[in-house]
């Protein structure tokens, strides 16, 4: 089983402002819980001991809540971003030394993705990259997925209802090899643009299918909504 998960929480937030002005988006509150506490606790279910944070914005406060984890029961490390390096330049240097297979989640999607199954899924379709995809109506706002069986060929960004693919859309979490990372440039990337989509073509990501929980945060009309509809354990 995997045992090290990246999140991406160095965001702005610039569209949950006013809220984002003094907290940053991880730190915005779910219940009782941050909404970056929400996600780290789902993985510790599964059996992730190590946590990486890539941080940006207001890191400071991200650091002073979780410290080193070990009041979670977990180790939690920080990769600071000095510059805005991209989702693939983020995900890159927070990767950086790892060896093995990794969970990868955006900080700002809610869900109660099952990572055991994932792997599972990933170990047996012997892909680079398992990428969680969800159904959603309003296909129009997303990247919609194209598939052949569950091998992701492409994305089809924002069509109209008629002419989606599929109504399967990328959730933010992943398994994924180290060694994909190797296609990414030095510095300021896109995981999306300049991986992803060069992988799909040939056959290298598996799509896992994720029906339950999933929240986008992202504006405060979904933030809103989030924190009525999520179901967590208290």
Known sequence: MIDTAIILAGGLGTRL????????????????????????????????KNIILSVGYKAELIEEYFKDGSWLGLKIS???????????????????????????????NLMDVNWKEMYEEYIASKAKILMVLTPREDVENFGVAKLEGKKILMFVEKPSREEAPSNLINAGAFVINPDVL???????????????????????????????????????EKYEYAKKKFIYKK
């Open 17 to 48: 402002r006013p809220l984002t002005d003094t907290v940053p988006k991880p730190l915005i509150p779910i219940g009782d819980k941050p909404l970056l506490q929400h996600i780290i606790e789902n993985l510790k279910k599964y059996g992730v």
């Open 78 to 108: 920080y990769s600071p971003e000095s510059l805005p390096l991209g989702t693939g330049g983020a995900i890159k240097q927070a990767a950086e030394g790892l060896k093995k297979p990794f969970f990868l989640q955006w900080g700002d």
């Open 182 to 220: 190797n296609i990414l440039p030095q510095g300021k990337s896109s995981i999306e643009k300049d991986c992803f989509e060069k992988l799909a073509p040939k056959g290298e990501i598996y799509a896992y299918l994720h029906t339950g929980q999933w929240f986008p945060t992202d504006t405060m």
